[in-house]
Antibody
């Protein structure tokens, strides 16, 4: 079964850091681009970051550029999101999502992990 | 950044009726457009990619059309499990962007 399982969310103070992980199974992880998408409480979806399959090129939303770093460990089938200098507006459920073959539509999603930035 | 605008924000439909959802891009995205369904407390689910290609396991009552800047998702006969929020997403350019969503509710 194709599956993505996020972990690492929690409560953090403004200015703090957190690292999210996404464990992948059931597919050839190193063959697919991977993404992080977030959803603030009661709001819509916001794409956050992507890492490509091959060269590991990375892409970021302007709202997180310079603060968040996406990475992947293909030997562990795991995607990461290092989040620094967190702000209240980063509070959201964070989903990892797999690229569909040949597109940057997201065909597999994890269940999400909640990040709350508050003092 | 390509801005995606969905309309209406809320659509009230009776079970068995047709629902038509719209998505507009601020510039052409050709056919690089996806539709997702999200139910409360769940992750989104891919319905359509390439503007009109149903994802695996998606019922035939869901159809997508359009290209360039104007897109439509049609649900031909709404079932109880179809009441949800629907999002469009473009993947033509970075950053990838989503529309604000359309909530399909029971009339």
């Amino acid at each position: 079964e194709v599956q993505l399982l996020e972990s690492g969310g929690g409560l953090v103070q403004p200015g703090g850091s957190l690292r999210l992980s996404c464990a992948a199974s059931g597919f050839t992880f190193n063959s697919y681009g991977m993404n992080w998408v977030r959803q603030a409480p009661g709001k819509g979806l916001e794409w956050v970051s992507a890492v490509s399959a091959g060269r590991g090129s990375t892409f970021y939303a302007d709202s997180v550029k310079g603060r968040f770093t996406i990475s992947r460990d293909n030997s562990k089938n795991t995607l990461y999101l290092q989040m620094n200098s967190l702000r209240a507006e980063d509070t959201a459920v964070y989903y990892c999502a797999k690229d569909q073959t040949g597109t940057t539509a997201f065909d597999i999603w994890g269940q999400g992990t909640m990040v709350t930035v508050s003092s | 950044e390509i801005v995606m605008t969905q309309s209406p924000a809320t659509l009230s439909v009776s079970p068995g009726e047709r629902a038509t959802l719209s998505c507009r891009a601020s510039q052409s995205v050709r056919s690089t457009l996806a539709w997702y369904q999200q139910k409360p407390g769940q992750a989104p689910r891919l319905l359509i990619s390439g503007a009109s290609t149903r994802a695996t396991g998606v019922p035939a009552r869901f159809s997508g059309s359009g290209s360039g800047t104007e897109f439509t998702l049609t649900v031909s006969s709404l079932q109880s499990e179809d009441f949800a929020v629907y999002y469009c997403q473009q993947y033509q350019n970075w950053p990838l962007t989503f529309g604000g969503g359309t909530k399909v509710e029971i009339k």
